[in-house]
């Protein structure tokens, strides 16, 4: 939250903060970013944090309660960027026609469906033939 509101380097923009490896002494914390944009603009951005770590470790030492406060160390998180890599190679890779052949089997599968659907007579008016018995009742009325 300190980096989004506390910040006012204008190069400090779009970052989400994935994760935070600390060490087991609690004196180092490696701070995982990603930013959306180009590599120019996550270099700004990690340049603009890399020079706000040590207002935002006061931030942090406020916060906690311990001996020692963890030195930040801001690391660009690549994950998101090759997640969205890999799925344009397959999509490239991938032929069109497996779409539409995607589409047609969602067809199929909606009409087959449609004739496992018992018609609805809830309305009263429709009696079933089949439940009428051919014999006369012993009822006395």
Same mark, same amino acid.
């Given at each position: 939250?300190?980096?989004? *509101? ?11 903060? *994935? ?46 309660? *311990?001996?020692?406060? !963890? ?24 032929? !069109? ?31 079933? *033939? ?5 014999? !006369? ?5």
């Amino acid at each position: 939250m300190a980096i989004l *509101t506390d910040l006012k380097d204008p190069r400090v923009k779009d970052v989400t903060v *994935t994760y935070v490896e600390v060490s087991a002494d609690m004196r180092q914390a490696k701070v995982h970013v990603s930013v959306m944009g180009d590599e120019t603009k996550q270099q700004l951005s990690l340049r603009g944090l890399q020079n706000a770590a040590g207002f935002l470790q006061s931030k942090v030492a406020k916060r906690i309660d *311990t001996r020692y406060t !963890p030195r930040l160390a801001f690391v660009l998180d690549l994950g998101v960027k090759r997640s969205i890599e890999i799925s344009q190679i397959l999509q490239s890779v991938l032929p !069109p026609a497996h779409a539409e052949h995607h589409d047609q089997l969602a067809d199929d599968q909606d009409l087959d469906h449609d004739e496992e659907q018992p018609e609805d007579d809830s309305d009263g008016d429709v009696m079933d *033939t089949d439940a009428i018995d051919d014999e !006369p009742s012993n009822d006395s009325r």
